[in-house]
């Protein structure tokens, strides 16, 4: 995606540049990288934003830093990956509030944003907090689809598949 609009670059640069902020780019989130998931939800939020006259610049300061967490969740099949799931989804926004308040100063805009975005978990206070978590949640929604579509594609499983059963293969092993 093309960031070449000033406005948003002027507020997001610093905390892009950021060397902690950095480490989100080897962070996996989807089929991407967190970094690429915050940059994008951020430039979506901060378009309806601006164009609602809400607070754009806490808009993109607090979607750049919603998932701040920076580890891996662990998302292979295991007997406790419900819980763990529960446990990520209301805990991870508490960890990403205290690295950012660790590295950057918060408004109550910003902070809200971040730890109100996995709604309904909890309930954001703010219409720009509102903002970062549907686009959050859209863009969750085509990150996960595109990794369906991946993940069922012809290709992908003929690239992936180490084990092709056939009918003759599966009545010889009978």
Do not use: C
């Amino acid at each position: 995606m093309n960031y070449a609009d000033n406005r948003f670059m002027e507020i997001a640069e610093p905390l892009v540049n950021n060397k902690e902020f950095q480490k989100m780019k080897h962070i996996e989130h989807h089929d991407g990288s967190v970094y690429d998931h915050v940059m994008n939800v951020s430039y979506q939020s901060y378009k309806i934003a601006y164009k609602a006259g809400l607070n754009w610049e806490a808009t993109i300061r607090g979607a750049l830093l919603h998932d701040f967490y920076l580890y891996k969740f662990d998302k292979r099949f295991r007997l406790k990956l419900p819980l763990d799931a529960l446990k990520h989804a209301v805990m991870h926004p508490v960890r990403a509030l205290e690295n950012a308040a660790s590295h950057f100063e918060l408004n109550e805009i910003e902070k809200d944003i971040i730890v109100r975005h996995m709604f309904p978990v909890r309930i954001p206070r703010y219409k720009e907090s509102w903002i970062v978590s549907m686009v959050d949640k859209h863009l969750a929604v085509q990150e996960y689809y595109q990794n369906f579509r991946k993940s069922t594609s012809k290709k992908y499983r003929e690239q992936y598949s180490t084990i092709k059963f056939s009918k003759v293969q599966y009545s010889e092993a009978k």
